[in-house]
């Protein structure tokens, strides 16, 4: 069974960094796009970035670019989204998903930007 | 950037009557190498992650009733429910991965009249 086990949200201050992890099994996630997409409260989704499968070439939101960085941890099927400069605006759910099209979903992390 | 907008922003269907929502991109979402279309369909109700109904904008996802169509082609697609039943109420999104960044619509609000 495919599962995503997310983890790492919080609060944290402008101007800080946080890092959100999503823990796969069932499937080889090198073998597999992986996408972040976000959601703030109470709006739609927002895709972030995607680490492509078979590399590990990526692609980011113009939004998120330079400030966040998606990463594959291939020996621990783990999944990473390391964040810096944190920005009111980047309080959001964050989801990670298996696949381009979003196949499964981990369950979220809130991350909240505040002073 | 590949715009996709969604209409309605709402809708309300009576139980077993048709829903329809349709999803239009600003530029093509189909590859002509390979004759796909790169557009998803996800549910999401409260509290939960996205749902994949549908992707290559028709094949419908393993485990989802089949009450749930998605067609078109090129730039505009639908999602069609034949007959709306009681836990279909969610938060509809299309959603293309053709192009980076992989853009969602707004989003379409669907409850029961």
């Known amino acids: 069974e495919v599962q995503l086990l997310q983890s790492g949200g919080g609060l944290v201050q402008p101007g800080g960094s946080l890092r959100l992890s999503c823990a796969a099994s069932?499937?080889?996630?090198?073998?597999?796009?992986m996408m972040w997409v976000r959601q703030a409260p109470g709006k739609g989704l927002e895709w972030v970035s995607v680490i492509y499968g078979g590399g590990h070439l990526t692609n980011y939101a113009d939004s998120v670019k330079g400030r966040f960085t998606i990463s594959r941890d291939d020996s621990t099927e783990t999944l990473s989204l390391q964040m810096t400069s944190l920005r009111a605006e980047d309080t959001a759910m964050y989801f990670c998903?298996?696949?381009?099209?979003?196949?499964?979903w981990g369950q979220g992390a809130l991350v909240t930007v505040s002073s | 950037d590949i715009v996709m907008t969604q209409s309605p922003d709402s809708l309300a269907v009576s139980l077993g009557e048709r829903a329809t929502i349709t999803c239009k991109s600003s530029q093509t979402v189909l590859y002509s190498s390979n004759n796909n279309n790169y557009l998803a369909w996800y549910q999401q109700k409260p509290g939960q992650p996205p749902k994949l109904l549908i992707y290559?904008?028709?094949t419908r996802e393993s485990g989802v009733p089949d009450r749930f169509t998605g067609s078109g082609s090129g730039t505009d697609f639908t999602l069609s429910i034949s007959s709306l039943q009681a836990e279909d109420v969610a938060v509809y999104y299309c959603?293309?991965?053709?192009?980076?960044?992989?853009?969602f619509g707004q989003g379409t609000k669907l409850e029961i009249k």
């Open positions: 290559w904008a028709s």
């Open positions: 069932g499937f080889t996630t090198s073998g597999h796009d």
């Open positions: 959603h293309q991965y053709h192009s980076p960044p992989y853009t």
């Open positions: 998903a298996k696949d381009r099209y979003g196949s499964n």
